[in-house]
């Protein structure tokens, strides 16, 4: 197992992009998630359920969504333990189609930075089919 390096907060400053990231979605994708979660909602794995309750086709699970989109900054800042408060609001539904699924893409920026506690806000921007799907999608996080 590697070890990944920790951001430092000498290393970043407010603007800075992280690496933007695509992440797929597939019915299986949602299927094992639900298997893993205990979340069955059918809307989320039968089309027909789905397009019934009025939904244009199955759901991702909207904390499977948050979920994956976090990663992003993880990564970026070497230790999920250094994230320190996470939060969002669900604004639209990740359509996920029975043929090749989709994606959700996902650029962060640095908005802030406090000096005293060595915490930095990063602000994401997430979408799936050009539509925004998660909106006030803000982490903390700690640096070293």
């Given at each position: 197992m590697s070890?990944?390096?920790?951001?430092?907060?000498?290393?970043?400053?407010?603007?800075?992009?992280?690496?933007?990231?695509?992440i797929p979605v597939t019915r299986a994708t949602l299927v094992h998630y639900a298997g893993a979660s205990g979340d069955r909602n059918v809307i989320h794995w039968d089309e027909r359920t789905a397009k019934a309750?009025?939904?244009?086709?199955?759901?991702?699970?909207?904390?499977?969504?948050?979920g994956a989109v976090i990663q992003l900054v993880t990564d970026w800042v070497g230790d999920a333990g250094r994230i320190l408060?996470?939060?969002?609001?669900?604004?639209?539904?990740?359509?996920?189609?029975?043929?090749?699924?989709?994606?959700i893409d996902v650029t962060g920026t640095v908005k802030s930075l406090d000096a005293q506690t060595k915490q930095g806000v990063v602000e994401l921007v997430v979408t799936s089919s050009g539509e925004k799907v998660l909106g006030r999608c803000r982490a903390t996080v700690q640096l070293d």
């Open positions: 070890e990944q390096t920790v951001r430092r907060f000498a290393d970043v400053s407010e603007g800075e992009a992280l690496p933007a990231r695509s309750v009025g939904l244009p086709d199955v759901i991702a699970h909207g904390m499977w969504t948050m408060d996470y939060g969002t609001r669900f604004t639209k539904p990740v359509v996920v189609p029975h043929d090749g699924g989709t994606s």
